[in-house]
């Protein structure tokens, strides 16, 4: 079936440094993609969207990118602070295949001061 | 705006023994969603409500998970028998529509089966 999956599972960087986390898919029809943060003990929460019309787009601190040729997004986030230690996962809507969001594995993200 | 709430937090019980998970959505929230988060994995959709209808329930264990929408806002997710697998954090998320809308998601029941 159709999926979205992260590179690593785990990425560990220094405070004030650039992060980047990357998302593969493999339905070629998808046209909206969704970041979300997860944090310890509580439920994802909405981070930024991208639509498929858009390669790139920004927001406080992050920005995601789309690649639609190799089916490929990333979210960066600047200066990487430790409020932003969480698990981050892409998630593929599907709004055109029926709108059930499908989340990708996550990425651990872990600042050290 | 009060967030999606859920009870309990946490949830430990026995194999076999039977299990209930309470979620209150969003107010004027239409579409209400159950979620299953093993450990190290993303959620993974169970059941979708759309007012006290069921969408889409083809991810749900249906011998022995159940769940309903009363009047179209609170909903219950009841596992049972419960079996080793079913250990996992139990999300329930809320949008105020089915496509395109911002889903948000409550702080999870962790459920641990011994």
């Known amino acids: 079936g159709e999926s979205v999956g992260l590179h690593l599972p785990t990425l560990s960087v220094q405070e004030g440094d650039n992060s980047i986390i990357n998302c593969a898919y493999s339905?070629?029809?998808?046209?909206?993609f969704i970041w979300y943060k997860q944090e310890s003990g509580k439920g994802p929460q909405f981070i930024i969207d991208?639509?498929?019309?858009?390669d790139k787009r920004q927001g406080q601190r992050v920005t995601v990118l789309l690649n639609k040729t190799v089916k490929h997004l990333s979210l960066q986030i600047a200066a990487t602070q430790p409020g932003d230690s969480a698990v981050y996962f892409c998630a593929d809507p599907f709004y055109n295949q029926g709108g059930k969001l499908i989340f990708g594995q996550g990425t651990e993200l872990s600042v050290k001061p | 705006e009060a967030g999606v709430a859920q009870s309990p937090r946490y949830k430990i019980i026995e194999k076999r023994q039977s299990v209930a998970f309470w979620c209150n959505p969003i107010?004027?929230?239409?579409?209400l969603y159950w979620y299953q988060q093993i450990l190290g994995q993303g959620p993974k959709l169970l059941i979708q409500?759309?007012?006290?209808?069921?969408?889409?329930d083809s991810q749900l264990p249906k011998d022995r998970f159940s769940a309903e929408r009363l009047k179209g806002v609170d909903s219950t997710l009841k596992i049972q028998p419960a079996k080793l697998e079913d250990s996992a954090v139990y999300l329930c998320?809320?949008?105020?529509?089915?496509?395109?809308?911002?889903?948000?998601f409550g702080p999870g029941t962790r459920l641990t089966v011994t």
């Open positions: 107010s004027g929230h239409a579409t």
């Open positions: 339905n070629s029809a998808s046209d909206y």
């Open positions: 409500f759309q007012n006290n209808g069921v969408v889409d």
């Open positions: 991208i639509r498929s019309n858009m």
């Open positions: 998320a809320s949008s105020w529509g089915d496509r395109g809308f911002e889903q948000y």
